[in-house]
Every structure is written in structure tokens, then in C-alpha cells.
DNA sequence: CTGATACTTAACCATGTGGTTTAGTATAGA
DNA sequence: TCTATACTAAACCACATGGTTAAGTATCAG
């Protein structure tokens, strides 16, 4: 039944996993639509492999392509994105309460500094995030607010 | 710089890509610690095939192993899944923009039906998402922008 | 028509992924 | 000590991925 979601899960994370296609969705992010050879420019590799890229980014649904005489635009989508958000969400708070037991001994690690966090978005989101926001960067931090979901 | 930040969302998100994989996180949600036997009773795949999924959480760092006497028990770590959400969270209303363009001519696709819409996480998102939310699953049919590669 | 531009297809290659079976090591228990 | 249990390692396979080069096809500009 979740099986078409399941699939669709897949693709976007598969598609999300490889660092060229983040670059291009983030450059659509910025300009909205750009055509295919715009898109490939600053990437040094060969445009067939943007094409490549650009073809698992269309499978999975987050973007759309659509030709003007002999030019292609692409544009971002943005349903997968949020289902995989929901995912992620759906586990968020799973996952800070065990964060904080293991706080402990995974608190080293090489983090580069707080990077930019961007934009307002955040906010909307932060109401569900907080809670781990909070103990997974400035770890120590007491119990989170967040509810104690099993036993 | 950010490169290994990169690096990290990479496998994440990869290491997220699978099914068999995030059903597994999904059961380490619930259980909070299993062993390894036990994390791979249920699937119907053999230990080693299991062992390799686990291999490859442990490499994104989105699971713990440790031993005692002969059994191995995972647990859950959270910080990879956090950078995976802030990915998403610093895109998303860019996503969402774009999104309330497209709308027109996006609405066809071949959806699944409101899936439950499990949790409460998404009343925050769909704030960012509302706008679109209802136009794009209006399934119409139209053109279908899905390429038409040949001819 | 000619040629440049914009994209697509095809063929190929190296590597990675997800799975198998088979064999190994290490610990718990009789 | 012997054996079952719990996990690991090795070798192999089919297929996907990310890249290449080279050869199309289609459209716009002269």
C-alpha cells in the first residue's frame, strides 16, 4: 500500500545522495530555470553526464524539463522533497532521544562552524526540529521537551 | 570547506535510499537497541546481505555497533540524520515557490492517495507547503511532460 | 542551403550495490 | 571438550551509476 511512496522514497534520496544533483537543485533553487547547457556550465564534467544526472532528478520527480525550440529548461518540483521532510520527520524525534543517550561518546567528531543556516524557512520547520536541534549541536543540553515515544 | 559535510549528506542520503535500510532504522526507532540476528529476523534476505545494509548505515554514521560476548546490538546515532533535515529544511520554500508556478502543469503525475498523512510533523510543513499541497494532487491529466525521448 | 548551437543517444568502461553461497571465527552452554 | 549460536569474511554475480567519447538530431542564424 506504502509501496508506491516507498519507491518514490527511494528515487529522491538515491537522487539527493550524489553531490552534483544537490549543486543543480540548489542553482534551481536560486534562478528558478535554467536551461540544460546553463545547468552543466560550471560543472566540470562532460554534459552528457549532466543529462545523466538530469534524468535521474526528472525520475525521481524533482524537476521537470520542458523544451522551447531547441532549448531545454528545467524546474524544480517540490512534492518528493517533502515527502522525504516527512520522513525524516517522522523519525526526528526517535532519533534525538537516542541521540542523547549516545551524546556522550559521539560528542567529538571535525563539525566545520554552524554553516550559515540560510533561511526562514527554518523557522517553520525549527518548531519540529528544535527539540534535537538543540541537543545534537550543544549536546549536554538536558532532556529535550520531545515526548518519550516507546517503552 | 564544506566538503565534509558533503561527504556525510552523500552517504546519508544514499545510505537512506533503500528500503531494506530504512525499515531498519525504522525498527532501531522502535527498539532502540536490537541485535544483529534479531534487527535481520524479519526481512527475507540472508544475515550477510542484512550485514551489508548495516555496514553501510555504520558508514554514514546513522547507527552504532557494539559487542558484547558473541552478539552484536545497533543503535541508532542522529546527527547524520539532522544535516539530511537541514538539507532539505534550507531548500524547502525555495522548493515550494517554485512549486506554486509549476502547479499548473504539473498536477497530472501518478500519485498515491493522501497516504494516512501519518503524523503531526506535517501541520508545521505544510505551512511552507500548503500553497501547493492542494493544487498538486488535482490529477488532471493533461500533457504529460514526462519525456518523450525519441523522435 | 550551410553551419553553428543545443541537446540527445549510443557504446563503452570502472566502480559500487545488493544479493547469493560457502566457509570461517568466537563465544555460550551442555 | 564438543557443539550450537552469533556474527564475519570471501568469492562471486547481475545490474545500476557516473563518467567518458563520438556520433546523432533538431532548430536557429546567415
Chains 1, 2 share one sequence.
Not at 511512496?5 to 527511494?10: G, P, S, V
Not at 545523466?52 to 518528493?80: F, S
Not at 566545520?112 to 549541536?137: E, F, K, V, Y
Amino acid at each position: 500500500m506504502v509501496k508506491y511512496q516507498d519507491e518514490a522514497l527511494d528515487r529522491t534520496f538515491a537522487a539527493l545522495s550524489d553531490p552534483t544533483r544537490r549543486a543543480l537543485l540548489a542553482r534551481l533553487g536560486e534562478q528558478r530555470s535554467l536551461s540544460v547547457s546553463e545547468l552543466a556550465a560550471p560543472f566540470p564534467v562532460s554534459l552528457p553526464a549532466i543529462m545523466k544526472h538530469l534524468d535521474v532528478l526528472t525520475d525521481a520527480g524533482l524537476i521537470v524539463r520542458e523544451k522551447t525550440g531547441r532549448t531545454v529548461v528545467c524546474r524544480l518540483t517540490a512534492r518528493p522533497m517533502e515527502q522525504a521532510m516527512n520522513w525524516l520527520n517522522r523519525y526526528a524525534q526517535f532519533w534525538s532521544d537516542n541521540l542523547d543517550r549516545l551524546a556522550a561518546f559521539v560528542e567529538e567528531e571535525t563539525w566545520p562552524p554552524p554553516p550559515s543556516t540560510p533561511l526562514n524557512a527554518r523557522q517553520q520547520i525549527d518548531q519540529a526540529s528544535r527539540s534535537r536541534a538543540g541537543s545534537a549541536r550543544g549536546r549536554k543540553k538536558s532532556s529535550p521537551p520531545g515526548r518519550k515515544p516507546s517503552s
